[in-house]
């Protein structure tokens, strides 16, 4: 039997972030991954010219932490900024509407009515909230009014989070627009306050991907010295010990087992249920109710001469009411360079999600059909995508419905009975590719005090920005 510090159950994006920071403080560190690779659902594959992303596409970050990261694995050269200059859009009354991104430009568009803008122009008058749990739609609707919810939040929490605005649960989605009422009694207050103080770089968020995709930041990170990963290492039981935990692993030579002091579950919330099923019920139980939302990611590939529209943008987002059958696009190519071979286009759209779950059961013909008609009609398409690709996610992102971030703080109360235990999944603080690094930071740094160091990787926090996922 073995010993380590610190053991990681799950290699993707949480857990290798956790294993990184923890090897900085110079914390002994074993990664159980059950598959032969790590980097779970971010994946980058090149098909004929073609660079795609089987799942997240574009890190956005106005953290320093992640700056920090970034710069210690020597990616800075190979970072892909996204265009500064490109327009968003969204789809009104059945066509292709660029999203205006600033107040000036939103008080003199014809996207939005007098009403709304009078609404966004008393947001400082509206008072608190009164309820101890509102949805996304009801936060919204309360302070901003229904025309933003429709046309700018509904398409966003739908189509980036694959989850309904109706259910999810505002302090959980939107925690720095919910926090910004909590204590400036206004969103529009409080910005100009960040603004003046200028405490956080909320407008200036440097968005960006890698030359050759995401998955170039999980194989740094899988590369980051002193992190032992054992691949094809399935964790089929937990035991707590006097002096820690104890795991136990089925391997192509058979059965592991390990001793270690901390132990993290980086898996999805059904696997980490089943692990914590004979340790503590209650938290079994909470982690088998966290709901997933089932997602289709599908790849198209064009002649540019195929397309009328300029794609002169990021890609559009569809609004609920909106007849089309899926939830966005991205114009991947426009976005970064090198996603398409000379004189080609590349398009990532989004199907499924908690409002279309049934799209992700559809046979690929008829996927490719209903997506293909519709992104005919927005974009002015001619002929058949030359490449196409569908990544399928039956469990595609963590829905973050009801009083849900009630129940993260009971789940996390119940895991102050068990010393050395810690959870670090996107089913807790966003699901970000961001919000991933930064809580394998906080968890590595509770860790570390845990275990005497007075180390910290934790770089001073400035005031929390606007930016929720």
């Not at 032969?36 to 953290?63: H, P, V």
């Amino acid at each position: 039997m073995n010993d380590t510090e610190v053991l990681i159950i799950g290699g993707g994006i949480s857990g290798l972030s956790t294993a990184s920071w923890l090897a900085q403080l110079g914390i002994e560190v074993e990664l159980w991954e059950a598959n032969s690779r790590t980097g779970g659902k971010i994946r980058s594959r090149k098909d004929n010219g073609y660079l795609t992303e089987q799942a997240a596409g574009i890190l956005m970050n106005f953290r320093p932490q992640i700056d920090h990261l970034i710069d210690s694995l020597d990616l800075n050269e190979s970072k892909s900024p996204r265009s500064k200059t490109l327009r968003r859009h969204i789809i009104h009354q059945g066509a292709l509407t660029e999203m205006p991104m600033t107040i000036p430009g939103i008080m003199t568009s014809s996207l939005w009515s007098r009403q709304t803008k009078l609404h966004l122009a008393t947001e400082c008058l509206i008072p608190r909230r009164k309820k101890a749990h509102e949805s996304v739609s009801e936060f919204i609707e309360r302070r901003f009014g229904r025309e933003i919810l429709e046309k700018a939040i509904d398409p966003f929490i739908a189509g980036t989070l694959a989850s309904d605005p109706n259910q999810a649960d505002a302090a959980a989605v939107l925690p720095r627009l919910t926090a910004l009422e909590s204590r400036y009694g206004s969103i529009t207050v409080g910005i100009l306050i960040h603004k003046i103080l200028k405490r956080r770089r909320v407008n200036n968020a440097d968005t960006f991907s890698f030359k050759n995709g995401m998955q170039t930041l999980t194989d740094a990170l899988s590369d980051s010295p002193n992190i032992d990963i054992r691949r094809n290492h399935k964790a089929v039981t937990i035991e707590k010990t006097k002096t820690g935990w104890c795991a136990t692993a089925t391997t192509f030579s058979g059965e592991r087992t390990i001793r270690c002091k901390h132990l993290v579950l980086s898996t999805p919330a059904d696997i980490s249920a089943a692990l914590m099923a004979t340790i503590d019920k209650t938290i079994s139980d909470q982690l088998k109710s966290i709901e997933y939302a089932p997602l289709a990611i599908v790849h198209y590939g064009f002649d540019q001469s195929q397309i009328k529209h300029p794609l002169n943008g990021s890609g559009f987002l569809i609004p609920g009411g909106e007849k089309y059958a899926f939830n966005g696009n991205l114009w991947m190519s426009t976005l970064f360079n090198h996603r398409a071979p000379d004189g080609k286009v590349l398009m990532t759209s989004y199907m499924g999600g908690a409002r279309r779950s049934e799209q992700v059961g559809w046979r690929d013909e008829k996927l490719h059909q209903t997506l293909q008609q519709n992104l005919k009609q927005l974009l002015g398409i001619k002929g058949e995508a030359e490449y196409q690709r569908i990544d399928r996610h039956q469990q595609g992102l963590p829905l973050y419905h009801g009083a849900y971030q009630k129940k993260m703080e009971q789940l996390k109360k119940g895991l102050e009975s068990w010393q050395g235990l810690h959870l670090a999944a996107n089913y807790l603080g966003g699901v970000s590719v961001r919000e991933r690094i930064f809580q394998g930071l906080q968890t590595a740094d509770r860790i570390s005090l845990t275990l005497g160091s007075q180390k910290k990787v934790y770089l001073p926090e400035q005031q929390e920005g606007l930016l929720s996922t």
